[in-house]
């Protein structure tokens, strides 16, 4: 018996060997021959090759039994291919290992224990399939993994497990479904020295984000201990979001962290029986992050390199699935796997498909999670806890149900199959129900917290992953639509076309649509959303008296310095995230504009807000700025554009000035502006003021002195041109952008500015509702129009009639 077909150092192993060692060795094997030399650390082991797999079949005369139980299994009942599956593993376990080759692999255990020094040392025991993540199938967590192995009997019963794991009930379900024979697929095992991160933290990064494909981040997820806890779905980990092209050039971008639930980890157990245990996180640790920024860059930056390395290796993009660990004794960061992701690579983006709520339909969300995939879907509730619970009561699940569980499992996958929507209390969005989801196409809404106890069964429920990161679950099947666009199909114009762009949850999304860059992102939506409470409640809640806002801010502010670096880096991670979907393109970036009942309703507002008889033309936008009741809260904002600006590299960021009403009042906030470290011209910095006051029009040559631009803002300059109340209905009939009044004003505003070579824009719906709207303002020589996202194929279309008529 040779060792050279049955035994490999996993350094000797490369993608050439795909049929010898499976995907995950290969790829390890790859990575240690070219990658290190990067300074990317992996650990180092050995494979058993596929050849010793079957071999062991051959010995215990396995394949024909094998055949037979599973051509004998009914795939659609579940309890048939239980029943199947069990019987495979129990015979593959209780199956001998040729003495030969179990007395090889010893041998080989002992020196890669001599390498680290120990006589036995603890190891990781990983399955690897030759079929697993090629590019038409995932067969992410079919097989098994052991950790923590010490010893010769533990190593031997550890891979015979492995063995016996390609029978799992999932992976005999998902071969059957996809046409694969079982036994054309081989599964091969690696050895591999154990990182300590039972003393750290571990977890998943993907070198893209994993709901809409954009290609230019990497999303981490981490939590304390081993990593299998955050791929189980057991915990909800902390996320980070780095920015590929300015970590490139040297920022640190990280544009987003979440801090995750991470209220249990998983550590080395006790005694030799138990490899693992489970414990109990201290509080204080739930409430910090697990990865240092310096730790969260580092990965990034590795993570990157090795989907450069695979996008050479195969000539085309290839985004990377990987497994990090940080070992607690030795305090440096590895890789431990790395596998090309099989979802969003092959998708084609150049179909738009959208997900559309009916708008006339009411509705108040009963609980949200964190949404996975972009579709929506109506069905019955069914609560599973077990598989054998559903058996024993009798209780069937049902084509169409919605699937309704703490966490699932891989043997879940012929349930989840029949599912229309999938909703969980535990996990993340790389969690094995994550991931199975995405590879169905099933809209699954994770870490809800406590869903079982919210549903109950039979309940007609719709889940909707259609509305940012956040997925929402209402009572009741509501009406939807879906849409699809060619982008192909649309007409090529020559008028830019940006964006209105709120919610920062859906910016990648709206990245795949045509646009030059975001006209409109207003800091009131993530301030309304990311923050909820008042700028000054933050900073002055400890001398108000008020024990329960004090509280609920506490609550607010875990994983963050003080409520000033609270607010600071939540305003920053919702502007860098609109700033990165559509860099380098320009964002213009509106200071808030909240009219004082508005910041009334903020947490703590009714302690600084005055009651104003009409707020829509009192203290709001440019003269609250200077305001010495509230400049210091317009200095966060400031502190927030700057940190997105310098810190994370996002230079496309320009801000825009709202409801400026005279010269000297620019020249006030322009000065506040300075005091907080932004200054027009430094580091490229752009000021826009929104044109929507007359004054705005009439001094337009002054103004045009101190700016880099205008923003048409046409709700408001309707309203004060034709001095009517847009909120009344009573004179909700004379409202129209289209009055002459306002198109005089307009023309005005595009002449000044050509004359003095500022840009000017509008962020309005009058050009997408109106086309013969769109049409003036395309005559008199408009800069670009910016639309909201389900705006934007009707305006092209529109503009297109109007360039070709010019």
């Not at 497994?323 to 150049?350: C, M, N, Y």
């Not at 108040?364 to 579709?375: H, Q, R, S, Y």
């Not at 200054?679 to 045009?704: Q, W």
């Not at 910016?786 to 705006?791: C, G, M, Q």
Request: proline share 3%.
């Amino acid at each position: 018996m040779s060792t050279g077909t049955f035994l490999l150092n996993l350094d000797e192993v490369g993608l050439n060997d795909l049929d010898m060692v499976g995907g995950k060795n290969a790829s390890l094997g790859e990575m240690l021959q070219n990658l290190t030399s990067l300074g990317i650390n992996i650990p180092n082991g050995f494979v058993i090759t596929v050849d010793a797999y079957r071999e062991f079949l051959r010995h215990n005369a396995l394949e024909k039994t094998i055949r037979d139980i599973v051509n004998g299994i009914d795939y659609d009942d579940i309890e048939s291919l239980r029943r199947g599956g069990l019987h495979v593993r129990t015979l593959v376990k209780n199956s001998k290992f040729p003495k030969d080759l179990s007395e090889m692999i010893i041998q080989k255990y002992y020196e890669l224990s001599k390498r680290y020094d120990q006589e036995q040392t603890d190891v990781a025991v990983r399955s690897s399939a030759t079929a697993e993540d090629l590019p038409d199938a995932s067969f992410a967590g079919q097989q098994e993994t052991y950790l923590n192995v010490r010893g010769p009997a533990s190593l031997i019963n550890s891979v015979r497990n492995c063995f016996a794991s390609l029978f799992t009930d999932r992976a005999i379900s998902y071969r059957q479904s996809f046409g694969y024979d079982h036994f054309n697929i081989g599964l091969s095992v690696c050895v591999q020295k154990m990182v300590r991160s039972d003393l750290a933290a571990s977890g998943v990064a993907f070198s893209l984000d994993t709901e809409s494909g954009f290609k230019d981040v990497v999303v981490i997820n981490a939590s304390y201990g081993l990593g299998e806890m955050i791929v189980q779905g057991a915990v909800s980990p902390d996320e980070y979001i780095v920015f590929k092209p300015t970590l490139k050039e040297g920022f640190a971008s990280v544009i987003e962290k979440k801090l995750g639930n991470k209220d249990r980890m998983m550590i080395y157990g006790d005694n030799p029986d138990e490899r693992v245990q489970i414990i109990q996180v201290e509080r204080s640790l739930q409430q910090r992050y697990c990865l240092t920024n310096e730790r969260v860059l580092q990965l990034a930056g590795w993570v990157m390199k090795i989907e450069e390395y695979y996008s050479k290796l195969k000539n085309r993009w290839c985004p990377m699935d990987v497994e990090w660990a940080v070992d607690g004794l030795s305090k440096e960061l590895f890789i431990v796997q790395a596998r090309p992701e099989t979802i969003h690579s092959q998708k084609d983006h150049s179909t738009i498909t959208g997900y559309v709520m009916n708008d006339s339909v009411p509705r108040t969300p009963l609980f949200k999670g964190i949404a996975v995939g972009d579709k929506i879907a109506s069905g019955n509730v069914s609560i599973l806890f077990s598989l054998d619970k559903r058996i024993t009561e009798g209780h069937v699940f049902k084509e169409g149900d919605v699937l309704v569980t703490d966490m699932t499992d891989p043997d879940w996958e012929p349930i989840m199959k029949k599912a229309s929507a999938i909703i969980t209390n535990k996990g993340g969005r790389t969690c094995h129900a994550a991931i199975v989801a995405r590879e169905l196409g099933v809209p699954a809404i994770v870490g809800c917290i406590n869903a079982t106890e919210l549903l109950t069964d039979g309940q007609l429920i719709t889940a909707s992953c259609a509305e940012g990161d956040e997925g929402l679950i209402y009572e009741g099947s509501i009406p939807f639509h879906q849409t699809e666009t060619n982008l192909h199909d649309l007409p090529k114009i020559k008028t830019p076309i940006m964006l209105n762009v709120a919610s920062p949850s859906l910016a990648f999304r709206f990245s795949h649509l045509p646009n030059a860059g975001v006209g409109l992102a207003r800091e009131e939506f993530i301030i309304n959303n990311y923050i909820q409470a008042h700028p000054l409640a933050l900073m002055q809640h400890q001398h108000l008296n008020d024990k329960e806002l004090s509280a609920t801010i506490k609550k607010m502010i875990a994983g963050f310095d003080d409520e000033e670096d609270f607010f600071i880096k939540r305003l920053s991670y919702g502007i860098a995230k609109i700033a990165s979907a559509f860099y380098p393109n320009k964002v213009i970036v509106r200071f808030s504009d909240f009219k004082s009942n508005e910041y009334y309703n903020l947490l703590g507002g009714k302690y600084f807000e005055p009651h104003e008889e009409n707020p829509m033309i009192g203290w709001r936008g440019a003269s609250r700025y200077y305001s010495e009741k509230y400049k210091a809260a317009f200095g966060l904002e400031c502190k927030a554009i700057k940190r997105v600006r310098e810190e994370m590299g996002l230079k496309n960021v320009v801000v825009m000035i709202p409801f400026c009403r005279t010269v000297e009042e620019l020249h006030k906030v322009a000065g506040v502006m300075k005091e907080y470290g932004l200054e027009r011209g430094k580091e490229g910095l752009e000021i826009f003021l929104m044109a929507e006051i007359p004054s705005n029009i009439l001094l337009a040559d002054e103004f045009s002195k101190h700016i880099d631009g205008f923003s048409i803002g046409s709700n408001d300059l309707t309203q004060l041109t034709l001095g009517l109340d847009r909120d009344s209905s009573l004179v909700a009939h004379l409202y129209d952008e289209r009055n002459l009044a306002v198109k005089a004003m307009l023309k005005m505003l595009i002449q000044t500015a050509k004359k003095n070579k500022v840009k000017v824009g509008i962020c309005g719906q009058g050009p997408s509702d109106f086309p013969d709207f769109a049409q003036f303002l395309v005559e008199e020589g408009i800069d670009s129009i910016s639309v909201t996202p389900d705006s934007v194929i009707k305006t092209m279309k529109a503009i297109d009639a109007v360039e070709r008529r010019v």
